[in-house]
């Protein structure tokens, strides 16, 4: 749990005592390789915090057609963020790319957490704040950039995404074809 840790204390002040308490309501729990880490239809009621591992959150459109619209990496907080605050179904489902290690934070620890950790607010606050400016320049990446532009800066958001995840997720993520991924990474590849 030092990985938790040490992303929390980066972001509140918290002593030794609330770590203590907030992470007695917490538990590890590993995926296997391509496993569901929870299911659409369901008022989600947990947050993943990713030790080591990748996990995919999946969007089905009304034909079937899943489409990637995030990744999460280690060291990162994941949920339906929407279904855990609102307790309606979730649309997405989260899938783990590789054996992946997470710590589950229960919302009973979450609400804990609230309640009796001095920043306890903060630290909620500062994870909203980071989802919400990954989901506004997501957007902003799909409509005003173009596919070139989008596939050029993946891996600042995932580095090493081209090693971890199948060609045809990432073209999923940026709204293209895997013939057209084929074609942006053949050409990058010329250029060297």
């Known amino acids: 749990m030092q990985a938790i840790c040490q992303v929390i204390q980066r972001m509140i002040s918290i002593s030794e005592n609330e770590m203590k308490e907030l992470l007695n309501g917490c538990f590890e729990k590993t995926f296997a390789r391509q496993a569901i880490v929870s299911n659409p239809g369901v008022a989600q009621n947990e947050i993943f915090f990713i030790n080591k591992g990748i996990i995919r959150v999946i969007v089905s459109d009304n034909d079937g057609v899943e489409h990637s619209i995030h990744f999460a990496l280690e060291n990162q907080f994941i949920a339906d963020y929407s279904s ?109």
């Open 84 to 192: 855990f605050i609102q307790q309606q179904p979730s649309l997405y489902t989260l899938q783990a790319l590789e054996e992946t290690e997470v710590i589950v934070m229960p919302r009973s620890a979450v609400d804990w957490g609230y309640k009796n950790l001095k920043e306890g607010d903060k630290l909620g606050r500062l994870i909203a704040e980071f989802y919400f400016i990954y989901q506004d320049n997501r957007i902003k990446n799909l409509y005003a950039r173009s596919a070139k532009e989008r596939y050029d800066t993946i891996t600042e958001v995932f580095p090493n995404i081209h090693h971890r995840v199948p060609q045809r997720m990432i073209a999923s993520y940026l709204g293209i074809t895997p013939v057209h991924l084929s074609r942006l990474k053949k050409a990058d590849y010329l250029k060297v």
